[in-house]
T-cell receptor, first 113, second 112 residues
Framework: AAGVIQSPRHLIKEKRETATLKCYPI?????VYWYQQGPGQDPQFLIS???????DKGSIPDRFSAQQFSDYHSELNMSSLELGDSALYFC????????????FGPGTRLLVL | AQKVTQAQTEISVVEKEDVTLDCVYE???????LFWYKQPPSGELVFLIR??????QNEISGRYSWNFQKSTSSFNFTITASQVVDSAVYFC?????????FGQGTELSVKP
C-alpha cells in the first residue's frame, strides 16, 4: 500500500538560511498534518490542512509557513533557520480530519549548523 | 487541557518476558480517540492501534494487546513474549480536534 512520502529525507542548513520540506499524502487522504520532534522529545503538532485550507495551528513559529496544493501535497517553508530548529519533521495524512488514523511519513531530519 | 502521561521513561526486559506500557490521559471531551505508535531506532512512526472512547473492548493482535479503561482514563499496552525487534520508543497519543497530543514516550529495550 502507498505510504506518505516526504522529501528530502535529510537536510543540512546554515543558520539564517531557508528550507522547504515536502509531503505527499496517501492517495485519497484529504488531511495533512505537520509535526516537529526534537531530540528525545515527543512529536509536537505544528499545523494541519483539510481540503487545502488550514484547519488547525499549533506551536508553529512565525518564521514557518505551510500550504496544501491542489494535488493535496503540502510544503512546510522555514525561514531564518535557528539552531533550535534542528529536529525530525513528520508529515502525516488521514481521511476526514479528527476522526481517522493519521499515518506518518518517514520524516525529514533537519540539521541547522 | 488535554494531556497524555507515560510515566515509564525507560523499560528494559529480557527476551520472552511480558511487558506492559502504561498510558494515562486527561480530556474533557466525551468523544475522543486514543492511539499507540511505535518509533524504532530508524525513526519512523508506525501506527499500532486506534481506539474510540465508546469502545472499551480490549483488543489483541498477535503478541500485542491493549487494555482501555475509561474509569481510570488509562490505555495500557502489553507485549507478550517480547522480542529484540520490539525494542523501540512507544508513544501513546490522544486526538484533540484532529491533532495528536503525544505522551512523552516509553523507551523499551529488549535484550537477548
Amino acid at each position: 500500500a502507498a505510504g506518505v512520502i516526504q522529501s528530502p529525507r535529510h537536510l543540512i542548513k546554515e543558520k539564517r538560511e531557508t528550507a522547504t520540506l515536502k509531503c505527499y499524502p496517501i492517495p485519497r487522504h484529504d488531511t495533512v498534518y505537520w509535526y516537529q520532534q526534537g531530540p528525545g522529545q515527543d512529536p509536537q503538532f505544528l499545523i494541519s490542512f483539510y481540503e487545502k485550507m488550514q484547519s488547525d495551528k499549533g506551536s508553529i513559529p512565525d518564521r514557518f509557513s505551510a500550504q496544501q496544493f491542489s494535488d493535496y501535497h503540502s510544503e512546510l517553508n522555514m525561514s531564518s533557520l535557528e539552531l533550535g530548529d534542528s529536529a525530525l519533521y513528520f508529515c502525516a495524512s488521514s481521511l476526514i480530519t479528527g476522526q481517522e488514523t493519521q499515518y506518518f511519513g518517514p520524516g525529514t531530519r533537519l540539521l541547522v549548523l | 487541557a488535554q494531556k497524555v502521561t507515560q510515566a515509564q521513561t525507560e523499560i528494559s526486559v529480557v527476551e520472552k518476558e511480558d511487558v506492559t506500557l502504561d498510558c494515562v490521559y486527561e480530556t474533557r471531551d466525551t468523544t475522543y480517540y486514543l492511539f499507540w505508535y511505535k518509533q524504532p531506532p530508524s525513526g519512523e512512526l508506525v501506527f499500532l492501534i486506534r481506539r474510540n472512547s465508546f469502545d472499551e473492548q480490549n483488543e489483541i493482535s498477535g503478541r500485542y494487546s491493549w487494555n482501555f479503561q475509561k474509569s481510570t482514563s488509562s490505555f495500557n499496552f502489553t507485549i507478550t513474549a517480547s522480542q529484540v525487534v520490539d525494542s523501540a520508543v512507544y508513544f501513546c497519543a490522544l486526538s484533540e480536534g484532529g491533532k495528536l497530543i503525544f505522551g512523552q514516550g516509553t523507551e523499551l529495550s529488549v535484550k537477548p
